[in-house]
């Protein structure tokens, strides 16, 4: 057997494995007694709905990754890849146009391969436990929405490797590097503006009590804010959330209407002072410097592998192209992906626990923000008692208790008001 194509199977086996052990650990953590930091919040017929969700939602995620894993291998095996690229090649396009063509079938047949599995997930699983308020059309708007940010931005992130592997020789992962660094640093500034109203509504945030103990809370830090939002996301979900979008003066405030809807002011200041607390703390920073590292890293690794003849016998192509070499790289960068991951799973819970600490010594609400934390969980049906691994490998954020118990070991400053 090609050594590559055994690499490639050991690792596409190995990673359902491992999901497959770290799902069931978890769902054997799921315990009938509801922790006591919760009583009075959940009762008891919510609490064995969250467990039910959590088990359906896991039997689901198993049963796509075994599907997606199954239909991965055998195309593999069968040698899928070489008859979309004599498609791709049968338009006798260059070699840029006919990497689209390429990437463009093998993302297509992903897609539709998936949408049935999302619908069930949205339409079934999701309104079975009443969070979907998404209708048929808006789901399907939603699908051509994405195809286009991904025909536009991919298409041109893509042609932009293709390019510079093809033109500049051992610089070229140099070039890649940041010319993709530059490019998702301009993503980053005209989100706010430009993609993320294609999917929901930012209507500016009401004159009321609400929007002046925000913005004198941001004003106490010296936090300078463009504005802030209020998105209409009840209309694919009553689940709630809140984030900050831009930097400098780009910067926005952006509330879910159900968030607005569940919380009392002093809990949705303290929710945002954390948000807030990951820009004072350099977070965001931290975590832009950390991606451009690691893309860096991956462009140097990729460098090495782009025609090789190995690798291309391992997918039984007949033809080696730079298009190809992007792709068939993906399967091999896999673990290392996994690693840097992990790594940023552990970094990000350490951040999440100085924006919590910020948090709360700043706005001085620590039982606000416990409560908030409290109602996010109960309303999301979120899973309070997580295996460790589960944690250790995915949690980009503490379980909720032990976030809590961290807050309440907070020191808070001594007032000063009589």
């Not at 969250?50 to 359906?56: K, V």
């Not at 198993?62 to 890849?81: H, N, P, Q, S």
């Not at 048929?136 to 893509?158: A, N, Q, R």
């Not at 790594?343 to 706005?363: F, G, P, Q």
């Amino acid at each position: 057997m090609n050594l590559y194509l055994a690499v490639i199977l050991v690792i596409l086996i190995g990673e359902y494995i491992l999901n497959l052990i770290v799902e069931r650990l978890n769902l054997g953590c799921v315990s009938e007694v509801l922790p006591e930091e919760f009583e009075g919040y959940y009762d008891a017929a919510k609490y064995k709905k969250a467990q039910n969700y959590l088990r359906e939602k896991t039997n689901f995620f198993l049963v796509k990754d075994t599907i997606f894993t199954l239909i991965i291998i055998i195309f593999i095996l069968a040698g899928g890849f070489n008859f979309i690229d004599s498609l791709a090649r049968n338009f006798n396009f260059g070699p840029i146009l006919t990497g689209l063509i390429f990437a463009g079938i093998v993302i297509l047949a992903s897609q539709l391969l998936s949408m049935p599995l999302s619908a069930y997930h949205t339409f079934v699983l999701e309104a079975k436990y009443g969070f979907n308020k998404t209708t048929v059309k808006t789901f399907i708007l939603d699908i051509l929405k994405s195809w286009l940010l991904m025909i536009v931005i991919g298409g041109l992130s893509f042609s932009a490797v293709l390019w510079f592997f093809a033109r500049t020789g051992n610089w070229a992962w140099i070039y890649c590097w940041g010319g993709i660094t530059l490019f998702q640093l301009f993503l980053t500034f005209i989100a706010p503006v430009v993609i993320l109203p294609m999917f929901n509504k930012f209507i500016p945030l009401e004159d009321g009590e609400l929007k002046e103990a925000i913005e004198g809370y941001a004003d106490s830090r010296n936090f300078k804010l463009k504005g802030i939002f209020k998105i209409d996301a009840s209309r694919r979900s009553t689940k709630s959330n809140a984030f900050f979008t831009g930097f400098g003066k780009y910067r926005r405030i952006a509330l879910f209407d159900t968030l607005i809807e569940k919380h009392t002011v002093d809990e949705l200041v303290s929710v945002l002072a954390h948000e807030i607390g990951h820009y004072k703390k350099k977070h965001i920073i931290q975590g832009m410097v950390i991606s451009i590292i690691t893309t860096g890293f991956m462009f140097f690794i990729l460098s090495f592998f782009i025609n090789n003849p190995g690798l291309f016998t391992a997918f039984k192509m007949e033809q080696i192209s730079i298009y190809a070499s992007l792709l068939f790289f993906g399967f091999l960068y896999s673990p290392i992906s996994m690693i840097f991951s992990l790594m940023s799973t552990i970094l990000s819970r350490k951040n999440e626990y100085e924006a919590d600490d910020y948090a709360v010594s700043t706005y001085n609400k620590a039982e606000a923000f416990i409560l908030a934390l409290k109602k996010l969980s109960v309303d999301n049906l979120a899973n309070l008692t997580p295996h460790p691994l589960k944690v250790f490998l995915e949690y980009s954020h503490p379980p909720v208790l032990k976030r809590i118990e961290a807050i309440r070991k907070i020191e808070l400053p001594i007032s000063t008001s009589s």
